[in-house]
T-cell receptor, first 113, second 116 residues
C-alpha cells in the first residue's frame, strides 16, 4: 500500500530533550516536506527536500533540522525542543515537487512541557 | 509571495443543505496549481482536487464541485446535499512551479460542521 509513515504518533517530552520524528515513504517520491499545524494558522511548511541531499527552509524553520540521506526517509529533528514547538506535525511526499498531489502521513502530535 | 485566504473559519449547516467554501489566492506567477484537501476528525489529510492555472474548467465529482475563476483569483468548493460525513476541516492550497521556493502554501482552513 502506498503510504507515508510517521513515528511516533504522539509524543510528550520535556524542554531541551532532543527528539526525532521519523518519516518514510514507499512511493519513490522525489519531494518530501514537513509541516506544522496550529489552531487558526493552518499548515505551515518547516523544511522541504527536492531530492536526496537537497533540503531547504520553509516558512518556519527555526528550531528544527532535517536530513535526506535516503530517498525514502526524511526525519525531523528538534535539537532542543521548547513549548512553542507543541504542535501537530505532518510529513508529506509528492512525485515531482509541489505541482503534484501531496501524500501526507498520519500526523505526530507533539507536546513539549 | 503567494497567499491563500479562506475568509470563512467555521460553517455549520444542516444535512442536505448545499454549502460553498471560498478560497481566494494571490500569486504573481502565471503558472500555478491549486488544491483542496480535507481533514476529517480522525486527523489525516486527504487530497481532493488539483487544478493548474491554464485549466479553468469547472469540475464535478459526485456531490463535490469546484469553480475556478482566474478573473477573481478564486477556487471555490461546493458540496451539494451535504452529509454528516462531510464534517471536516477543508484546506485550500497554492503552489507555483519549482525553483528555490518550491512550497505549498495553505490557507488557514474552514471547519465545516454538518448537523443531522
Amino acid at each position: 500500500e502506498a503510504q507515508v509513515t510517521q513515528n511516533p504518533r504522539y509524543l510528550i517530552t520535556v524542554t531541551g530533550k532532543k527528539l526525532t520524528v521519523t518519516c518514510s515513504q514507499n512511493m519513490n517520491h522525489e519531494y518530501m516536506s514537513w509541516y506544522r499545524q496550529d489552531p487558526g494558522l493552518g499548515l505551515r511548511q518547516i523544511y522541504y527536500s527536492m531530492n536526496v541531499e537537497v533540503t531547504d527552509k520553509g516558512d518556519v524553520p527555526e528550531g528544527y533540522k532535517v536530513s535526506r540521506k535516503e530517498k525514502r526517509n526524511f526525519p525531523l529533528i528538534l535539537e532542543s525542543p521548547s513549548p512553542n514547538q507543541t504542535s501537530l506535525y505532518f510529513c508529506a511526499s509528492s512525485f515531482t515537487g509541489v505541482v503534484t498531489e501531496a501524500f501526507f502521513g498520519q500526523g505526530t502530535r507533539l507536546t513539549v512541557v | 509571495a503567494q497567499k491563500v485566504t479562506q475568509a470563512q473559519t467555521e460553517i455549520s449547516v444542516v444535512e442536505k443543505e448545499d454549502v460553498t467554501l471560498d478560497c481566494v489566492y494571490e500569486t504573481r506567477d502565471t503558472t500555478y496549481y491549486l488544491f483542496w484537501y480535507k481533514q476529517p476528525p480522525s486527523g489525516e489529510l486527504v487530497f481532493l482536487i488539483r487544478r493548474n492555472s491554464f485549466d479553468e474548467q469547472n469540475e464535478i465529482s459526485g456531490r463535490y464541485s469546484w469553480n475556478f475563476q482566474k478573473s477573481t483569483s478564486s477556487f471555490n468548493f461546493t458540496i451539494t446535499a451535504s452529509q454528516v460525513v462531510d464534517s471536516a476541516v477543508y484546506f485550500c492550497a497554492l503552489s507555483v512551479r519549482g525553483g528555490a521556493n518550491s512550497k505549498l502554501t495553505f490557507g488557514k482552513g474552514i471547519t465545516l460542521s454538518v448537523r443531522p
